[in-house]
């Protein structure tokens, strides 16, 4: 019986030069039984050869020119993997991190990647499971089950079918079913009281149909210790069930039903404040300018910053502010959690048929994804901010429909290999918030205010941390009042701003239904025996229609708006008035939206394509050169702080199209070699991708802005390195990619016995903005919250990246029993992990070590294992950010990555 490959699409089914990377993951993986033709004519010394798909044909491993790193299951199981954060130590291109959300979780591939937590920017690296894409790359930061393997594909895709993207794409395949009957169980045991328990039940249901159920459960306690509430926050409790069938009613046709439900309720995502002893720059500046490089300055968390002090008063736990930075003890507000609840289910068909000299797939995808996260928003003790843990708390709902069609075939005595296709996508998405501000809010801020007058007058047990010393400003004391004549209407802006308490967000809500539609070719050309010419090309149409809802009770911002609107235009009291209505009006947050709903739309269509020509001038090398452009579609900011600048914010002149940021285009070009053999293999590239209109969402310490980032071919003198919002325009016709992606990957492997597998790769990468930044193609001024980021290097983009792996097994005795010594390493080289480059949020380079150790085949059934990841318990964080609201200067918080885990696996299969 003939049996259909489970594959997503052609480009996708690749396990293209998983010998050039993960050879260990290659020769591990049963590849079934191969079109016996290709086996006969493999250039290669042995029979266990590796058919892929990466082109839509059949083709051996080491002849498809497709940049790819492939990992089976069986060394994500060694290396520990649950979710695809774990790729990060087997692929040296790729990085995967969360934020304040899990559900925000970013993949970047050569240095690129979606910046920020917003979901309506679309992941650069798309996402599919199965062959259905996930709508963002945070829904797969969850249990996946039994994998069968992980693709990750390098550069823009999207000639070959699914959803186009412009960094790249990760394809997991899960475990399919199977004609035999086979059962297996596994439970862990490990520190922090981890359990995991997982299962699965594969059954032939006759000679046509098999079935397949797979469960895990785990559940964990929380790395972070809430000291205040007497908790633990990053903890783990979550399932997935996942359900298949495999229907082949003759030879030609097969049918693959999968349906999957996983659930999390869990406490994320806790932060904790960055200290100089881990990043030196963390300190502060002349003039408590983030934007001027610190010397040696005191601890931005020390009583030497002027906001110290007043967190202090107020109530701030001294500890968090003096402990390193990977002490895990927390002090939140007392009552506020981190609770939050994840809800992921779907169904998909994949139907292949085969018509002779035509093959047919179709893959059909239907999702639901819900995630809603509570948080103490501020990090800190003093309740500034917050989100309720309720269905509101920056909850977002996605609904995915998704449709692929794909006609292969070959012509002109197979001379020509062609594929054509269609795609259609609909995805409804909602997000909805209840941020609010918090008790102690407008008693803190107001003492900003304070701070910002004179220092010494700062007394945070009054309400508006004046108290009695107003009487230094009101003319009492001094008999002329500070601020002349506008000194009552100053004073009673004060007055308001300092009785913001528990107000803002009632609920806000925004819509988008975005419809993708898209057409594809990709042909493959035999100019000769060895001279391949492959041309793709695909056309994509993208509509995205919004809309927005608002109920927000902040009425203490029109009071203050209205109050000291008319001294902005005074050059003397426009700083203080500013200040005053920006602290009132934080985000918009405020009453002139409740009850005010808004609607826009947008439409972009864009052509994409590749070029490759790849040449075998021996049977076991392989030289290609290609280009390829990739796109990602633009959106809409669902965020009301991005309708307009507090200051400028006009009631009865709202606008969503201020919410609109462009798509997103890449030009790459790479040349490499491939040189495999059963004993060694090595895989070289170079590359270079350009990009414009970069997609960037970064949060300056009150919100979060998105700007497109271009670059001008004129010089701008430094314009776009100041802080003026007006200066460093640029002509639209000198307009020019913002951000560089280039370098060389290098990946071995080493078979010197068959039960002894050595593997390495290096990427070196060099990701950075160009000098002379601009914003959008028209040429607008780069947003000076951007100001460093002019010829620098992108936020969580090292330049050095590599990974090794060691995989030995050795037979035990006579008996079948064999032993199992797995050890991975990843070094990444320094880098800055805030995506506006400020002093203080930069890593260090490091290392971090798993292994695993065990004796597997224990009477043909059972194995067991001890395992650890993070060896050497390296402390290095995910992402800095500024601290919201804690300035001046601004403080920074960081989202810490794992500490080392370790424990026991047993195993079992029948």
Known sequence: ?????????????????????????????????????????????????????????????????????????????????????????????????????????????????????????????????????????????????????????????????????????????????????????????????????????????????????????????????????????????????????????????????????????????????????????????????????????????????????????????????????????????PGRSYEGETEDYGISAEINWDFGNVTLTSITGYREYANSQGSDTDYTTVDILYRAPTENALARDFETFTQELRLTGEAFDGKLDWLIGAYYANEELQVRDNLRFGTQYGNFVACRIAIAINPALVNPGASNCLGANVAALDGTLTGSPAFGAATPAILAGINNLASISDLGTVSEVYNQTSENFAFFTHNIFAITDTLDLTLGLRYTNETKDFDATFRNDNTVCPTNRNLLGGFLGVPTLAPLAGGIISLSCQGNSTSELDGVSLEDSREEEEFTGTAILSWKPTPDLLVYGSYSRGYKAGGFNLDRSALSNPLAFDPANISAAALQFDEETVDAYEIGLKYSTREFGVSIAGFRQEFSNFQLNTFNGAFYIVQTVNSCDSDLGGADRDASATTGACSSDEVAPGVIAQGVEIETYLRPARDLDITLGVTYSYTSFEDNLIGDDTGVPLDPALRLLPGDNLSNAPEIVATSSLTWTPPIGDSGLEGLVFVNARMAGDYNTGSDLIFGKEQDSFVVVNGRVGLTNIADRFAIEGWVNNLFDVGYTQVAFNTPFVAPQQTFSAFLAEPRTYGITVRGKF
């Open 1 to 333: 019986m003939k049996r259909f490959p489970s594959r997503h699409h052609c480009a996708l089914g690749a396990l293209a030069a998983a010998l050039a990377f993960t050879p260990t993951a290659a020769f591990a993986q049963d590849v079934g039984e191969p079109d016996a033709d290709l086996v006969e004519g493999a250039d290669v010394e042995d029979q266990n050869v590796i058919i892929v798909t990466a082109q839509g044909r059949s083709q051996v491993l080491a002849d498809v020119p497709v940049a790819v790193s492939a990992v089976s299951g069986e060394t994500l199981q060694n290396s520990g993997a649950s979710d695809i954060r774990e790729l990060n130590q087997v692929a040296p291109s790729l990085l995967v991190s969360s934020t304040g959300n899990e559900a925000n979780g970013s993949a970047r591939i050569r240095g690129i990647g979606t910046v920020g937590d917003n979901p309506g920017l679309e992941s650069s690296v798309a996402v599919f499971v199965d062959g259905v894409y996930r709508s963002r790359s945070g829904s797969a930061l969850s249990e996946l089950g039994p994998i069968d393997r992980v693709e990750i594909l390098r550069g823009p895709q999207g000639t070959l079918g699914g959803r186009n993207s412009s960094a790249g794409l990760i394809n997991i395949y899960t475990a399919p079913p199977e004609f035999d009957f086979s059962a297996y169980g596994a439970f862990t045991y490990g520190n922090y009281d981890a359990i995991r328990v997982e299962g699965g039940i594969n059954a032939p249901l006759g000679d046509r149909v098999a079935a397949r159920v797979d469960g895990v459960y785990f559940e964990r306690d929380g790395f972070y210790n809430d000291i205040t509430n007497r908790g633990t926050i990053n903890n783990r409790d979550r399932y997935l069930v996942r359900g298949q069938l495999l229907f082949e009613p003759n030879d030609d046709l097969s049918i693959r039903l999968v349906g999957d439900y996983s659930k999390k309720d869990e406490a994320c995502c806790a932060a904790t404040f960055v200290q100089p002893e881990f990043a030196p720059l963390a300190r502060i500046s002349a003039g408590f300018d983030p934007f001027t490089r610190p010397s040696d300055g005191a601890a931005l968390t020390s009583t030497a910053n002027p906001i110290v002090p007043v967190l202090l008063a107020l109530g701030q736990d001294p500890r968090a502010l003096t402990q390193d930075t990977f002490n895990r003890d927390l002090y939140p507000t």
